[in-house]
Each structure stands twice: as C-alpha cells, then as structure tokens.
C-alpha cells in the first residue's frame, strides 16, 4: 500500500482548540471550581499527526484554522514541532472540553464549528491535492456547510491505495452508504458506536465485528475496514482476511485521543513499509499507550514500543 519513507499528509476540516481540567464532582446548579486547564492542538487529523510526529515520521498537518482560537492552537502545534499548512477558515476556531471529576469520569463537551460558505469547499479540496505528496489522511468532523460526500471526492482525486478515513456524522453514512469504488480509502477505522451504529444491531464478539468489516470491505467501502472494540482491541479486515489484535490491560487516565493515535501509528507503520496486520499491531499499541495518559496529552512513544510486544495479533 505504500513504501519505505512515504510521507503523510492528514487533514484537518473542523479542529478544536481541546482545553482539558479537573473538577471535584460534576454536579447541575452550582458554580463549578476547575482546576487550571491544559490547552492542546486538537481535532482528528491533528492529533493523527502530533502522534505520527511522536513516533519520528515525516508529516505535514494541513489545517483550516480561523480567529484568535485557531491563531492559538497554530502556535500550540507549531511549538510541539508538527510542520502545518494552515488553510484560512471563517469564524473561530471551536474549542472543546475534556472534564474529568475526583471520581475519574470523564465529560467531554464539543462546539460543532462555523458555517463554511458553499465554494469554501472546492477551494479547501484544490489545496489539500496541492500538498499531497504521499498518504493522506482524512480524521475528524467535517464543519456545517460542507458536502457530505468531500471524502469521496478527495479519494476519486488522489487515486487508489491513498486515502486513510476516521469521519464521523453524514460524511461517514454517505461513504458507507453510498460507496465509490473508483478512489476508495485505503482505510476506513470506526469506532465500536459508529461501527453499531451502521450495522443496526450490537456488535458483541469480535467474530460480529469481523463480519460486518468483511461485509463493507465487499461492498467496496475500503480496501481495508478496521473496527475499534475499546479494550478489546481492534479487528481488521480486507479482500483476503481479517485480524484481531488485543492490547494489554492498562491503566485508563482519559480516552481522549486513543482512536486518533491508532490511526496515526497505523499510518505511520504502512507508510514505513509494514503489512497490514503489523500496522494493526502498532496501531493497538498507540492506543492503549493514549489512554494511560491525562486529558487530551497523548501517548508517551517509549510506552507504544513496551507495548507493542504485548499487544496480541491473531489471523481469524
């Protein structure tokens, strides 16, 4: 799928300035004391890439960013070392809230993003192509305004064996609904809600959850499906199989950038040359390391190489 030192592009349409803190008890009607909150560059292919940053690959962060908030999470990015290609976008930037109380739940509170005007678009498409030297990936939200099917016209235009997906919303039903064989993803990851959600019935085996990623790789959804089952791990599937990899058991500090992590080391794995099935592996590890760490912070790169090792990948 791709070759040693391929270089990676992710997109980012709809980022968040992500501000995480700490509060007693999460109660309605009183004023609530938070602790002092952490800000972090946040939204999915933005965390794709500060996690493929991590792991030492070659990235470039292309990012519509707007207002003082998106001025904000530029230079909390740039500090961090990811090279970025900022693409002017209306109003601000939205931020979003990770609240954890002394109980350790965790309340995640999200803005949904300014309007984009309708040629906003067709111009943000002809830029992310100009910068799209190798892999690309497609992580996050897209804004109000913008057409449901823009991850399928971004793969008809990069051609096959390019694109990596993780959407969510009407831009993920339009692709699986309504799939495009010429230009599909090279990858599509859903989440275990997502994956559910899709298959109108509870995915509660790995065997369950092998079926339906075999199902949308034969309606030609992607040439590889992975679906996330939490702490179980992961399972993916393509036209000639599928696997399943299980974590170790981890402390849980914050969820928050798990599912982006995995995508990132999954990339980054292929893009180095790996299989499939061992960019799965890499990839569990990621996000089993993103857990073990507060708020929005992400893995610890010494933590995915321990884990690797101990992730377990079987062929089903």
């Known amino acids: 799928m791709a070759g040693q030192n391929t270089p990676i592009l992710t997109v980012t349409l709809n980022p968040a300035l ?73 109003g601000e930037t939205r931020q979003s809230w990770a609240i954890t109380d002394d109980a350790g739940q965790q309340f995640r509170l999200q803005l949904p993003g300014a309007e984009w005007p309708a040629a906003l678009g067709a111009q943000a498409l002809a830029d992310i192509l100009a910068h799209a030297a190798g892999l690309v990936v497609l992580s996050g939200s897209q804004p109000p305004g913008l057409e449901a099917d823009f991850a399928q016209t971004l793969g008809q235009r990069l051609g096959p064996g390019r694109l990596m997906v993780d959407i969510s919303g009407p831009a993920l039903v339009q692709l699986v609904r309504a799939p495009r ?86 990339t980054l794995a292929l893009a180095q040359g790996q299989s499939a099935p061992e960019a799965l592996r890499l990839g569990t590890a990621a996000a089993a390391s993103a857990v073990m760490t507060p708020g929005s912070a992400l893995f610890r790169a010494a933590d995915v190489m321990r884990l690797r090792a101990q992730c377990d990948l079987a062929a089903l």
């Open 181 to 266: 064989r010429a230009g599909r993803p090279a990858l599509l990851r859903l989440d275990q809600a997502e994956a559910e959600g899709l298959a109108g019935q509870p995915l509660a085996t790995v065997a369950d959850s092998a079926e339906f990623a075999r199902a949308l790789v034969a309606k030609g959804v992607a040439d590889h499906v992975c679906l996330a089952r939490g702490a179980d791990g992961s399972v993916l599937a393509d036209g000639t199989g599928a696997h399943h990899c299980r974590p170790p058991a981890v402390a849980v500090q914050s969820k928050v950038g798990a599912g982006d992590s995995f995508t990132g080391a999954f």
């Open 18 to 90: 992500d501000l995480s803190a700490r509060v007693g008890q999460m109660v309605a009607g009183p004023k609530l004391r938070l602790s002092a909150p952490v800000y972090e560059p946040g939204g999915g292919g933005v965390n794709v890439a500060r996690a493929i940053h991590k792991l030492g690959g070659d990235v470039l962060a292309w990012v519509a960013l707007g207002g003082a908030s998106g001025a904000q999470h530029l230079g909390l990015l740039q500090a961090q070392g990811v090279a970025v290609q900022p693409f002017a976008a209306p």
